[in-house]
Structure formats: C-alpha cells, structure tokens
C-alpha cells in the first residue's frame, strides 16, 4: 500500500485529520503522523484526545501509523530520498501555511511539506480560516502556483447531509480524492439526477 504524511497544525478542525487518519489507516496505507505543539493542544480541546489515545484507538492498524516528533528534523520523511506517495496538512493554520509558501522549514512538518513541493509530490493543504486575509490570499495563489492542492474545509449541501459526521466524511473524502485515494465517504455531483 501506499505511505502518507499527514501533518496537524493548532487550526480548529482536529476532528477531520482523526477521520482522515482512520481511513487511511483502514485502507491499508501506511501513515506518518506529525503534529505542532498547537495542534495537538487543539486535538485536546476539540475532540478530548491526545496522540497516545489515537495510537490505542487504531487497535491493529496502529501498525501502519508511525508518530513523528515535531522537532525531528531526522526522520525519514525529512529526506526527498525517502519516497512517500502524498501528504495532506489537515487542518492547516495560516502561520503553517504562510511558512510553507515561503519555505521556512523549522519543524519536521514544514520540512516534510517543503519536501513534497521540491520533490514535485502531492501535497494538500487543508485550510481552517475565516475570513481571509490578503495575506492569507497570497500565500494560497503562491503555493496553488507551485502545484500544491488547496482544498479548504468548505462542506456542501448538494448531497443532503445529515449530521456533522455526513459533513466531515464529505470534506475527508474529497482530501482522500485529492491525494489518489478512491472511496465512498461522499457524493460526486450527478447533476441533481
């Protein structure tokens, strides 16, 4: 199967990268998680988890799941000879963003992201802000530039949801779509058919 990194900034919006990861995890795909302190001071107040209480919840498939310290500027997925087949910042800040677009890579995330874009590898960045600045504006056009999927956290309503969860798998299984991934967790439009 394949590896993906998926990166988790200190945006609101946790729940959708927990998703994210279960289904990779349940699709066979190997995963690197890497989270910012803020990020997972988020997870925390959010959805009341911790990086260990997400490692025990993946049971069997934890074995796929390799956890990365943020300041681990040796991990494999800091390397471009490492090959990795995506990576998806979910949810990603505008301060994480902002450093990407500008490569300043001072965590193993950014660095990893940096990786990608040099690489020529996908990337998807999954933004949490509202509403957005010039600044903001920028950053995204300059990356969307340098062949970077912006995908933000914006659900739809042509496929009726009806609670949250409906809503979260929509935006996870466009995220999955961006990075390669066929699945079922939302409706492509059929034209109101």
């Given at each position: 199967?394949?590896?993906?990194?998926?990166?988790?900034?200190?945006?609101?919006?946790?729940?959708?990268?927990v998703r994210l990861l279960e289904e990779l995890l349940k699709s066979g795909?190997?995963?690197?998680?890497?989270?910012?302190?803020?990020?997972?001071?988020?997870?925390?107040?959010?959805?009341?988890?911790?990086?260990?209480?997400?490692?025990?919840?993946?049971?069997?498939?934890?074995?796929?799941?390799?956890?990365?310290?943020?300041?681990d500027l040796f991990a494999p997925i800091a390397s471009g000879s490492f090959?990795?087949?995506?990576?998806?910042?979910?949810?990603?800040?505008?301060?994480?963003?902002?450093?990407?677009?500008?490569?300043?890579?001072?965590?193993?995330?950014?660095?990893?992201?940096?990786?990608?874009?040099?690489?020529?590898?996908?990337?998807?960045?999954?933004?949490?802000?509202?509403?957005?600045?010039?600044?903001?504006?920028?950053?995204?056009?300059?990356?969307?530039?340098?062949?970077?999927?912006?995908?933000?956290?914006?659900?739809?309503?042509?496929?009726?949801?009806?609670?949250?969860?409906?809503?979260?798998?929509?935006?996870?299984?466009?995220?999955?779509?961006?990075?390669?991934?066929?699945?079922?967790?939302?409706?492509?439009?059929?034209?109101?058919?």
């Open positions: 199967m394949s590896k993906f990194v998926l990166g988790v900034t200190g945006a609101s919006g946790s729940i959708y990268a795909h190997e995963v690197f998680l890497v989270c910012t302190k803020c990020g997972e001071q988020v997870l925390n107040y959010e959805v009341n988890l911790t990086i260990e209480h997400i490692v025990k919840q993946c049971g069997d498939h934890g074995k796929k799941l390799r956890v990365c310290a943020i300041d090959l990795i087949d995506g990576m998806v910042v979910l949810p990603c800040s505008m301060s994480t963003m902002g450093k990407i677009s500008h490569g300043i890579g001072d965590n193993l995330l950014i660095r990893a992201a940096d990786v990608c874009i040099k690489e020529k590898r996908n990337l998807v960045l999954v933004p949490r802000e509202t509403p957005l600045s010039t600044i903001h504006l920028k950053n995204m056009l300059s990356l969307s530039e340098m062949g970077v999927t912006i995908l933000p956290a914006m659900p739809s309503f042509y496929h009726k949801p009806r609670t949250i969860e409906d809503m979260i798998d929509a935006i996870v299984g466009r995220v999955m779509r961006s990075l390669g991934i066929e699945n079922h967790l939302y409706h492509e439009w059929n034209g109101g058919v």
